[in-house]
Structures are given as structure tokens and as C-alpha cells.
């Protein structure tokens, strides 16, 4: 009896228990970090223009505690749309970006 419940208790942990890639996370908050950026950090009008951040390609800094990142974005105003690449340095927080060019 406490062999099956043993079996089953682990079948259950093991299975309850769903592994979380942290990349996925960092990436997904990077991305969040520059759209909030775009949309406030630079007196944005947002009814002229949209942003979205599309892809990141990022680097862990060790030394200077920040990630080097390289974004794809696509930019939309009421005339044209355009896709482009913005590089930033992002704090390991996620709340203060600087941007390179």
C-alpha cells in the first residue's frame, strides 16, 4: 500500500510540475520593456504612430549588469509602415532602457 502511494505521488509531482524556460521570460520582458519605452520614453503620440516589438537578440552583460539588445520593430503611422532594427541597453530589472541608436 505505501508503494503505490509512494509511485503515485511521485507520477503526480511529476507531471504537476511543469519546467519554465527563462530565456522565454527574459525575452518576453525585454520585449515589454522596449514597447513600454517606445510608447512613453519618448513623447510618443500614440494615435499617430504604433509600435511593435517583433523580435529580440539579446546578450547578458556580466560585468556592467545590463543586456545588450538588438530589436526587430515595426513601426506604423497613418502613411507608411516600415520594419527596423533599434539596439538598447536594458537594466536587469527591466525598468530603465537606454537606447543606441
Known amino acids: 500500500m505505501k508503494l503505490r502511494f509512494l509511485?503515485?505521488?511521485?507520477?503526480?509531482?511529476a507531471f504537476a510540475c511543469k519546467a519554465k524556460d527563462?530565456?522565454?521570460?527574459?525575452?518576453?520582458?525585454?520585449k515589454t520593456s522596449m514597447q513600454t519605452y517606445l510608447y512613453n520614453g519618448v513623447n510618443n503620440d500614440s494615435s499617430n504612430i504604433k509600435y511593435h516589438v517583433e523580435k529580440v537578440v539579446y546578450?547578458?552583460?556580466?560585468?556592467?549588469?545590463?543586456y545588450v539588445c538588438e530589436f526587430t520593430v515595426h513601426m506604423?503611422?497613418?502613411?507608411?509602415?516600415?520594419?527596423g532594427i533599434?539596439?538598447?541597453?536594458?537594466s536587469r530589472d527591466f525598468k530603465?532602457?537606454?537606447?543606441?541608436y
Open 59 to 66: 546578450f547578458d552583460d556580466n560585468i556592467k549588469k545590463r
Open 22 to 30: 527563462p530565456a522565454l521570460e527574459i525575452q518576453d520582458d525585454l
Open 86 to 90: 533599434m539596439k538598447a541597453y536594458i
Open 96 to 100: 530603465t532602457v537606454e537606447r543606441l
Open 76 to 83: 506604423k503611422t497613418k502613411l507608411f509602415d516600415t520594419t
Open 7 to 13: 509511485i503515485l505521488s511521485l507520477t503526480v509531482f
